[in-house]
């Protein structure tokens, strides 16, 4: 599986939802409804735990199928924030303070990108 990084730097490929729903996989659709809702105390559904990846067409889940950084990326066209001419900006400071990860995956790109 080719790896998928979000507008935001994430990973979408490693994350259940995405991984549940690539491989049909009903079990770890409930623990993913489970965990998430506990984790951010919404109820999810086992049925709601579709995800394609954030920067194709398909199925999205939960918060990405809103997401602010999602949207302005699709509106700018580029395969990730990295690839943005404004990046890094304000809108990504939040993320970056709980996902210090996303920050380090879209510097990298950032970084191939200026050649």
Known sequence: MAKIIGYCGLTCTACDAYKAT???DDKLRQSVAEKWTK???HPF????INCDGCTGSGKLVGYCSVCP???CGVEKD???CGWCNDYPCSGLDELFKARPDAKKTLDAIKQKSKF
């Open 69 to 71: 950084i999602r949207k």
């Open 78 to 80: 580029v395969k990730n």
């Open 39 to 41: 984790e951010y105390n």
């Open 45 to 48: 559904k086992a049925d709601q």
């Open 22 to 24: 690539q491989n049909n």
